[in-house]
């Protein structure tokens, strides 16, 4: 329905073809906040307890093993340079039998490819080594 006001003198049967859409507007602004609101509760999530950053200082103990691996792809055990990946499983043999079996510390350089760093794990799993840690930086404080 619609209304005329103060047409000025002319017809008052005349039809307006124009359509109101105030009403229009306020439902679908309710429409809006309806779902704006239930949105956020419609949304499930799996419950997944993420791990917190945490900042251990290393240990530092004599049967501790450091391997190294440098940015070509070598591998280090302490200071003595590993020739290929068979010694370094048969020496890691050797003090996996050891009680308590020695932990394994990798320092990885930056610009040193994954599949080097790799190659040091997969040979510390062939040989039963336990632990096997990353030493990295520790972030840069603001």
């Given amino acids: 329905m619609s209304m005329n006001v103060g047409g000025g003198g002319g017809d008052e049967d005349e039809v307006v073809s124009s359509i109101n859409t105030t009403p229009l ?5 309710v429409l809006l906040i309806i779902f ?4 956020p509760v419609v949304t499930h999530s799996i419950p997944v307890q993420l791990p917190k950053e945490s900042n251990i200082a290393t240990m530092t103990k004599p ?4 391997l190294s691996v440098s ?23 050797q003090v996996s039998v050891k009680k308590p079996q020695p932990e394994v510390h990798i320092r990885g350089d930056l610009e040193a490819r994954y599949e080097a760093v790799g190659r040091v794990v997969f040979a510390c799993q ?11 930086e520790p972030p840069a404080r603001n």
């Fill in 71 to 93: 940015r070509e792809g070598e591998v280090f055990w302490n200071t003595q340079l590993i020739e290929d990946n068979e010694a370094l499983v048969n020496r890691l043999k």
């Fill in 36 to 39: 704006l609101i239930t949105i």
């Fill in 63 to 66: 049967e501790n093993i450091l």
């Fill in 25 to 29: 507007v306020d439902v679908m602004l």
């Fill in 126 to 136: 062939r040989a039963g080594i336990a632990k096997v840690g990353f030493i990295t």
